[in-house]
Nanobody
Framework: QVQLVESGGGLVQPGGSLRLSCAAS????????MSWYRQAPEKEREWVAL????????NYADSVKGRFTISRDNGKNTVYLQINSLEPEDTAVYYC???????WGQGTQVIVSS
């Protein structure tokens, strides 16, 4: 059974940082590219970042480039998202997803507010 469990969200002031984690199980994690997505209130879910299965390549949405860093630890079946210089516009529920699959976790809430 595929499981994706996101964690690490919270309330943070503008300019702050967070590290999100996504623990995966039930599939061969190290063979899948992994992505982070986010969904802000009353908006469509949007893709944020991708990392290839080996971790050798990453790609980011223009809106987060230079502030977000995606990484993974295949030994721990976990993908991370380091978020720096947080802005109120980053407020959203953040989800991870294995590329080409239909499985989503429950997400982790990030709220950026002073």
């Amino acid at each position: 059974q595929v499981q994706l469990v996101e964690s690490g969200g919270g309330l943070v002031q503008p300019g702050g940082s967070l590290r999100l984690s996504c623990a995966a199980s039930g599939f061969s994690f190290s063979t899948y590219d992994m992505s982070w997505y986010r969904q802000a209130p009353e908006k469509e879910r949007e893709w944020v970042a991708l990392i290839t299965s080996s971790g050798g390549s990453t790609n980011y949405a223009d809106s987060v480039k230079g502030r977000f860093t995606i990484s993974r630890d295949n030994g721990k079946n976990t993908v991370y998202l380091q978020i720096n210089s947080l802005e109120p516009e980053d407020t959203a529920v953040y989800y991870c997803k294995a590329r080409g699959t239909r499985y989503w976790g429950q997400g982790t809430q990030v709220i950026v507010s002073s």
